[in-house]
């Protein structure tokens, strides 16, 4: 991070046609091991957001989206972070995906109510930008 400046980071919230949510669990050896979260990670030099949504997504579980699937729905200042955050619409299988076991130990589809739960229970990322509300909104 430069000095007085932001990390740029992306989350995915993926939305299958049940109105559930995609979750993975984070690899033990992670930041934050064994928490829930929605899938993202970090901007990488001279990449656009949708590059890096696009590349964590097939990285960590070998998903393949474009621009059609995968809308950017809003960034979001959270700390040292800016956050572009992107409604992905996915009708797959857990079982197709292809889990980055480095980085994601387990996947589920999970409603709104059941993340709020995660959330109030300290088993989603606490640092994570989503709220509950947010992620209303997002799913509108």
Known sequence: MLKNGYFLGVVAVIENDQHQVLITR?????S?????EC???MVKFHESSLDAVQRELKEELGILVNSETCLSVRI????SRKISLFHVRFNGSIYELVLQS?????????????????M???????????TSDLLKEILS
């Open 76 to 79: 979001v200042f959270h700390q």
């Open 102 to 118: 480095e980085e994601v130990t387990e996947a589920c589809w999970a409603s709104v109510n059941e993340i709020d739960e995660l």
């Open 26 to 30: 984070r690899a033990v050896g992670k």
């Open 39 to 41: 899938p993202g990670g």
């Open 32 to 36: 934050d091991g064994g928490h829930w």
């Open 120 to 130: 109030r229970t300290g088993q989603f990322i606490a640092c994570s930008v989503l």
